[in-house]
Each structure stands twice: as structure tokens, then as C-alpha cells.
């Protein structure tokens, strides 16, 4: 997002510049966009922050560039007005934010939220969202502080490029727009489409290439060659057919995701737009059309971006991420007129007085600064101590554990014994298992975890590169190459494969929805029997193991929040589960189970069978946590229903018993 600033026509240095009303146009449509798809209700509306951007590096660029031309450019001038008009209206959404969060969080989430305050107040909110990227992190619609990254990619870029235009001679300036937009693009390319060899995962790389500023630098860059051309060449006059056809073409963006890693072509696509509209003033918007709305909302949309996120955040949290459609739409609405009074009280007053005293302004944010800093930290830290916390995520016998890459690294930290007679292959929901395993490993003969995020156990229906998303081509080559080295072992005598399983139509690479739950089932169904007929050829002896009910609802929050006092809005007020309901949900994995079980002559083993009495499946046992998620078992959970199910014992002996899942 970008702060009110000055538009950028040309005017003598130090004059006043008056907005143009087509860039607050855009300004309004971009934050409405944004407002809508986090309501659910525009699919492509998050690409209201790339039309941002653009609009960012035109309006900076051509106040940097006029500056310096005109020979009064001063940086920590620059710096001080940027910071006049940022932060008065961000510490004060961010003191409210975090004054809130005690009564709304639950108690875990407190850590996340230190680190999300101190990167949200020091501009490096992106780097420290990328930082916490992993498949066990907390659910992304329920951090407060999240949409501030994109404020963080805006100021880094500031801090760089004013002193690269100051350095490089003004010939230079346009090729260094076109070396800079060509290196970011490729570099958002090679991170999106996993183009690249790096000690890392692709969800990792993809989200690299989301939030850092590296790969988002040429968002930005478009905007500033728009200011750059508009400022050796003059204003390009579009025929009204074209500067119709322009203004389509951004409202038909937002309405039509064109799909693929984010940046990426869609992203683009509306920045050049959006330039091509800087470099046509009232192309999109001219005065007759009467859009003073829109300008109006263009002008309040930074304070509507501040206040918006933390409320349809704190929402999700209330609602275990099942927030209904009018709530959303209600708070979303909620946002316009309390932005608008944030921009009255807050950001008019401030920048009017910066322009009188601008060393007390300077003196007031940095205390404003520091005491928003000090206020958060001093309500968090007491209450992480006070209050029982959300389970740990369970990722097995060591987070190493979780691979990355696309080859398997044999560790010795993920095996309990030199030469173990069991394989635990599978994603998330097999690493659960492996410390329940591990505890009993001395009935069968000790454990090797096999795992990685994400990543159904499948070797067949792989498509070629190219026809599948880059991290579900990583996932095929990790269980291709597991599969064979489990093959080729010599001590591996029993394969025991878990997986959300539904993930495995992803991982095939499966590029259009069935058409009946019929087809769906067959999918998963072929994708499982791929794998079981490749471990079995080797010798090997196979079970299942489905994974546990769930309904979709985050269950381990509703018992964090219940037992913390925190406040609870899902509908149902237990965190419990129903069998028939998370039966349904499942009902084309429990099928596809079933067919490879009875197919292949398996076993297959259901966890409701531990969990469940009648239709309700508890998430507790007394104190003790079952779940540490939606669906994810804690390892207290998954040793209790390993027990129950006598998973230990079925290892040690051939167990080729079938039974249906519970329920069904």
C-alpha cells in the first residue's frame, strides 16, 4: 500500500502539487479490491497491492526525480516525510491492533505477534513473515499484523532506490529501470516455478518470492519507468476506445485469477496497465464521469488498508477460520468510514503540521515508536507466560524430519536404530505417527521417518514437467526417489504409508475437478495403488493408515480459546468432531482405502476407531490435547490412538486384516 502523497505533475521544486484524480481513482478501486477478495468476493482482488505498487513507484519516482533535476533533493528530507505520512496512522492501528489482542488471541499466537509487532514497526514485517513460513505455521488469515508486509516491501524499496537515482548519472536512469524490472521478474519466475536449485522447499521459495522485496522490485520499477517516460516524453493522449479498453482491462484482472505462482503474469499484467494509466492522465477517469466516490475512498484507502486486515483477522480467529459471509462483508464495510475517520484525525493533521515543525514531528513518532514497541511487548510477555498454551506442532522425531529438496536425505536424527525394519513414508499427517512409533519401537524393531510436508506418498501418474505445479513435481521426485531407496534396502521389511491422501490428486497433477465423488475416489485410489505396488514388488509388506477425523474446523483452537477464556464464535460451541460429518468430508479417501486395501490385500487402519465413541470423536482426553491443529494429531493424541489401535503390535507380525473405516 502506499501513503497519500502529492501527485506527481510537473510543478517547480517546492510548489505544491495537486493529486490528479485519475491516480486517486485507482488508488480506490486497488483498496476496494483488496477489501473484497478478503470478503471473499472478488477472486483476483489481491492484485489491488501489485496495482499499488505500481502506482508507488510512479508517484515516488517522479518526486525523487523532479528533486533531484531540480537540484533541491534532499534524502533525509525524503525519508522524514515518508515517515510523517506512514507512521502516524500505522502506530495508531497498530497500538489498537495490539491492545486488542489479549482479549481476541489465544495465547500462542503471542510469540507470532511479537515478532509480527517488531517487523510490522521496523518495516521488515515481510522478512519476518518469510521467516515463519512453514506448513506447521500459524493459519495465515488469522495473524492481525499480516497485510503489513507488503508496507515493509514499499519502504525497502525507498531506502534504495532514491540513492541509486542520486548516484547514477540521469542518462543511465532508463536502462537501470529495465536491468532492474528484467533481474526481479526473472528472479520471481525462477522462485514461483521452481527454476532454481536452493536449500530450501518450493513453498519456501514460492513464498520468497511473495513477500521479498527482490522478486516484488519490478512492480514497483514499472511504476517508476511510467514516471521517468512521463517525464522525458510528456503525457500520452489515448483515443477514448484504448483508455476504455485500459480501464477493462484492470477491472477484468481483479475479476479473473489467471492462476500460476504470485508474482507472476497476472501481476504483471496489471502494472503495465496501471503504468500505461500514469502515463495517460484522466485516460481512466476523466472528470466527467463524475467518480468522486472512488477518488474520495482513493484518498482514505491507506487508513482502510491499516484497519481493515486486523479485523477480518481477529474474526477468523473467533470463528476458527469458518467466518460467515455476512460477518466478513459487515466488517469489511466497517473499514471504510473507520479508515476515513483515522484519515481525519489522524494523517490530515499530522501532515498539515509537518510542513510547520517538522524536528517535533520527527521527536514525537520516534517516541511514538518506541512506546508503541514497549506497550506491546509489556502486554504481551506477561500474558505468554500466564496462560496454557496451544500444542507444538508435531513433526516427528526431529524437525529435520521434514525434508526439503527433492531427494531424501537419510539423517540419522529421523531413525531410532542403525538398520530399521520399519518405514514411516508419507506428509504431515505420516509424521505424526513416528513418536508414537518410536515409543514402542522395541515390538517391532525400530523406525526410519520418511516425510515431508505436503507430500502424498505417490510414484506413478507423475505427469510430465511442466503439466503440474512446480512444488507437486518436487513432491513426485521426493517419494520417487524414497520408494526406491526403501526398495533397495535390505533391513526395511514393512512400509507403513499415512497422508491426508486427498493431496495426492495434487501431486498427480490432476488438472480439472471430477465430475462425482465416483471419480474422485478412482484418483486417490490409483495414485495409492501406484505406490503400493511399487514397495510390494520390492518385497516389501504394506499398511495404510488413514488419517484422523476432521471436519475442517480448527478444533485446537476452539480448546485453546475455551480453556484460555478467550472468546469462541464458531457455531458449535464444543470442540468436538462428528463422525458423519468429517465422513462425508473424507468420503472419497475412505473409499480409494478401501478399494487399494481390498485390491492389494493391506491392511488398512482407522484412527477414528481410537478417537471416537458413537458420532462424536473427542479432540481431549481430560487435560491432554488430542489435536494440534485442524486435523493434525498432537503426540499425546497420536500415542493414544496407536495404542489403541495396537499399531506396534500389527508391525511386528504379518497383518493382513481388512476392516472398514468407522462410521462408514
Given at each position: 500500500m502506499i501513503a497519500p502523497v502529492a501527485s506527481a505533475a510537473p510543478c517547480p521544486a517546492g510548489a505544491a502539487r495537486p493529486r490528479r484524480a485519475d491516480i486517486q481513482v485507482l488508488r480506490g478501486v486497488a483498496v476496494l479490491a483488496v477489501l473484497l477478495f478478503h470478503a471473499g468476493l472478488l477472486p483476483a482482488g489481491y492484485l489491488g497491492v501489485d496495482l499499488f505498487f505500481a502506482l508507488s513507484g510512479f508517484l515516488m519516482t517522479r518526486i525523487i526525480a523532479a528533486g533531484i533535476e531540480a537540484g533541491?533533493?534532499?534524502?533525509?528530507?525524503?525519508?522524514?516525510?515518508?515517515?510523517?505520512r506512514l507512521l502516524p496512522a500505522a502506530l495508531v492501528t497498530l497500538a489498537v491492533t495490539t491492545a486488542l489482542a489479549p482479549f481476541l488471541l489465544t495465547p500462542t499466537a503471542y510469540s507470532a505477534f511479537r515478532a509480527d509487532l517488531f517487523?510490522?514497526?521496523?518495516?521488515?514485517?515481510?522478512?519476518?513473515?518469510?521467516?515463519q513460513t512453514?506448513?506447521?505455521?500459524?493459519?495465515?488469515?488469522?495473524?492481525?499484523?499480516?497485510?503489513?508486509?507488503?508496507l515493509a516491501v514499499e519502504e525497502q524499496f525507498y531506502l534504495i532506490w532514491p540513492l541509486a537515482l542520486m548516484l547514477l548519472p540521469r542518462r543511465v536512469w532508463p536502462a537501470a529501470v529495465v536491468a532492474g524490472i528484467a533481474a526481479s521478474l526473472a528472479l520471481a519466475t525462477a522462485l514461483g516455478e521452481g527454476l532454481v536449485n536452493m536449500p530450501m522447499s518450493q513453498k519456501r521459495m514460492e513464498a520468497a518470492a511473495f513477500f521479498l522485496l527482490p522478486s516484488r522490485a519490478f512492480e514497483l520499477l514499472i511504476g517508476a519507468g511510467a514516471a521517468l517516460a512521463l517525464g522525458r516524453w510528456g503525457p500520452l493522449a489515448l483515443p477514448r476506445p484504448l483508455a476504455m479498453l485500459l480501464g477493462g482491462g484492470i477491472l477484468a484482472l481483479l475479476f479473473v485469477p489467471l492462476g500460476g505462482p504470485h508474482p507472476g503474469l497476472a501481476a504483471l499484467a496489471i502494472c503495465l496497465l496501471t503504468a500505461l494509466a500514469c502515463v495517460s492522465p484522466g485516460a481512466i477517469a476523466p472528470p466527467r464521469l463524475a467518480?468522486?466516490?472512488l477518488a474520495r475512498i482513493g484518498d482514505w484507502s491507506y487508513s482502510i488498508y491499516l484497519v481493515h486486515w486486523p479485523l477480518i483477522a481477529y474474526a477468523n480467529a473467533a470463528f476458527l477460520g469458518e467466518t460467515p459471509l455476512w460477518v466478513r462483508v459487515s466488517l469489511i464495510a466497517a473499514a471504510v468510514p473507520l479508515g476515513a475517520l483515522q484519515w481525519r484525525l489522524v494523517e490530515e493533521p499530522l501532515r498539515h503540521g509537518w510542513r510547520f515543525r517538522p524536528g517535533l514531528w520527527g521527536v514525537r513518532l520516534a517516541g511514538a515508536t518506541v512506546g508503541c514497541a514497549v506497550f506491546g511487548a509489556a502486554v504481551i510477555a506477561p500474558l505468554e507466560r500466564s496462560y496454557p498454551q496451544r500444542p507444538a506442532p508435531n513433526v516427528g522425531l526431529a524437525r529435520v524430519c521434514d525434508q526439503r529438496g527433492a531427494r531424501f536425505v537419510d539423517l540419522e536424527a529421523c531413525r531410532t536404530r542403525t538398520r530399521p525394519r520399519v518405514a514411516l513414508l508419507g506428509d504431515s499427517y505420516a509424521m505424526q505417527w513416528a513418536n508414537a512409533l518410536a515409543a514402542d519401537e522395541a515390538r517391532f524393531g525400530g523406525l526410519v521417518q520418511i516425510t515431508k510436508s505436503g507430500c502424498a506418498p505417490t510414484v506413478t501418474l507423475a505427469p510430465p514437467d511442466g503439466a503440474a505445479p512446480p512444488d507437486a513435481r518436487e513432491?513426485?521426485?521426493?517419494?520417487?526417489?524414497?520408494?526406491?531407496r526403501i526398495g533397495a534396502s535390505a533391513h526395511i521389511e514393512v512400509v507403513v504409508l499415512s497422508s491426508s491422501w486427498s493431496r495426492s490428486m495434487r501431486a498427480a497433477g490432476a488438472a480439472a475437478e471430477p465430475e462425482a465423488e465416483g471419480d474422485d475416489a478412482q484418483h486417490i485410489a490409483h495414485t495409492i495403488a501406484g505406490v503400493v505396488d511399487t514397495l510390494k514388488l520390492a518385497g516389501k509388506r504394506v499398511l495404510l493408515l488413514a488419517p484422523a477425523p476432521s471436519t475442517g474446523r480448527d478444533v485446537a483452537s476452539c480448546n485453546a480459546r475455551a480453556q484460555g477464556g478467550v472468546p469462541l464464535l464458531a457455531a458449535a460451541a464444543e470442540c468436538t468432531i462428528s463422525l458423519s460429518d468429517a465422513s462425508r468430508r473424507d468420503g472419497p479417501v475412505h473409499s480409494a482405502l478401501l478399494n487399494v486395501a481390498e485390491a492389494s490385500e493391506i491392511p488398512v487402519l482407522w484412527p477414528a476407531e481410537g478417537l471416537c465413541r458413537g458420532d462424536l470423536c473427542?479432540?481431549?482426553?481430560?487435560?491432554?490435547?488430542?489435536?494440534?491443529?485442524?486435523?493434525?494429531?498432537?503426540?499425546?493424541?497420536?500415542?493414544t490412538v496407536a495404542r489403541s489401535l495396537q499399531l506396534a503390535e500389527r508391525l511386528a507380525p504379518a497383518d493382513t486384516g481388512l476392516s472398514s473405516p468407522k462410521g462408514r
Open positions: 533541491d533533493f534532499r534524502l533525509g528530507a525524503f525519508y522524514a516525510r515518508r515517515a510523517a517487523g510490522a514497526l521496523t518495516f521488515s514485517a515481510n522478512i519476518v513473515l518469510w521467516l512453514d506448513y506447521f505455521a500459524a493459519a495465515a488469515e488469522t495473524k492481525p499484523l499480516l497485510h503489513t508486509w507488503s467518480l468522486r466516490p513432491c513426485a521426485a521426493f517419494m520417487t526417489d524414497a520408494a526406491a473427542r479432540t481431549k482426553l481430560g487435560e491432554v490435547t488430542l489435536y494440534a491443529d485442524r486435523s493434525h494429531l498432537t503426540v499425546d493424541g497420536a500415542l
